[in-house]
């Protein structure tokens, strides 16, 4: 598993249109204007960055309508989801995650803010959720 790198951290949110100004005041990231629908994932994201070529992103992450897996999460307060680390052979890295104890909670996908790469979600034996992003 040593070929992972963090790519990003997410925050669950309400509405990624009210929620960005706050969060870009507080990180001085800065925000491309995107918002992603992804239909599989059921939610809205949108990336800050601090613009700097493979530095991690903060996503904000808006559930898309009421079937969406993190509105549970978010009536609960929202707020730091889950980390993304960026993977070099997915189905590789999810066998040695299950092998130290992680559960894999969300079979790979393709996403849609990643151009189709696919992704899949774990959890560790603590509960802790981490999502792994196919490297390209």
């Not at 598993?1 to 925050?11: A, I, K, N, T």
């Not at 991690?56 to 307060?77: D, I, Y």
């Not at 040695?96 to 979600?121: E, N, S």
Request: aromatic share 4%.
């Amino acid at each position: 598993m040593s070929d992972s790198q963090l790519h990003h951290v997410g925050y669950v949110t309400a509405s990624i249109a009210a929620s960005v100004d706050e969060h870009t005041r507080a990180t001085g990231l800065v925000w491309d204007g995107r918002t992603i629908h992804d239909p599989l994932q059921m939610v809205s994201v949108a990336f800050l960055s601090s613009g700097d070529d493979g530095s991690a992103l903060v996503e904000l992450v808006e559930p898309a309508g009421p079937r969406s897996p993190v509105n549970r999460f978010l009536a609960a307060g929202g707020g730091l989801h889950h980390i993304c680390l960026e993977v070099g052979d997915l189905s590789a890295h999810i066998q040695a995650c299950q092998a130290a104890g992680c559960t894999l909670v969300r079979v790979p996908l393709p996403a849609a803010a990643f151009g189709g790469r696919k992704i899949a979600w774990i959890t560790t034996p603590s509960g802790q959720l981490i999502e792994l992003l196919q490297r390209p």
